[in-house]
């Protein structure tokens, strides 16, 4: 079945940086779109960036120009390069990953992982 594990969450400070990891299996991976959501405590789940099984991207304004996605297709792994970070980035963040690419950062996302916090301190 299909199965996402997220790493690389931690506390830092603000400004600091943090790359998140997401190991996939259980599917063709190149043929589904990647994305990584978060949810800080009392908000609802937002995206924060998709990439599509081309490549495309799409970004969060929030998180334009801090953030970066990359992935590696031959180990099936997503990631999140996070630099300088806001203390209004501290949430859980997730990876998803769902064959509809029309979703882009829509939540309805089938498949998650079990999330990796990130606290960013002030």
């Known amino acids: 079945q299909v199965q996402l594990v997220e790493s690389g969450g931690d506390s830092v400070q603000a400004g600091g940086s943090l790359r998140l990891s997401c190991a996939a299996s259980?599917?063709?991976?190149?043929?589904?779109?990647m994305a990584w959501f978060r949810q800080a405590p009392g908000k609802q789940r937002e995206g924060v960036v998709v990439?599509?099984?081309?490549?495309?991207?799409i970004y969060a304004d929030s998180v334009k120009g801090r953030f970066t996605i990359s992935q590696d297709n031959a180990k099936n792994i997503l990631y999140l390069q996070m630099n300088s970070l806001k203390p209004e980035d501290t949430a859980m963040y997730y990876c998803?990953?769902?064959?509809?690419?029309?979703?882009?950062?829509?939540?309805?996302?089938?498949?998650w992982g079990q999330g990796t916090q990130v606290t960013v301190s002030s």
């Open positions: 998803a990953a769902d064959a509809r690419w029309w979703l882009r950062l829509n939540p309805a996302y089938k498949y």
């Open positions: 259980g599917y063709t991976y190149s043929s589904y779109s």
């Open positions: 990439i599509d099984s081309d490549g495309s991207t």
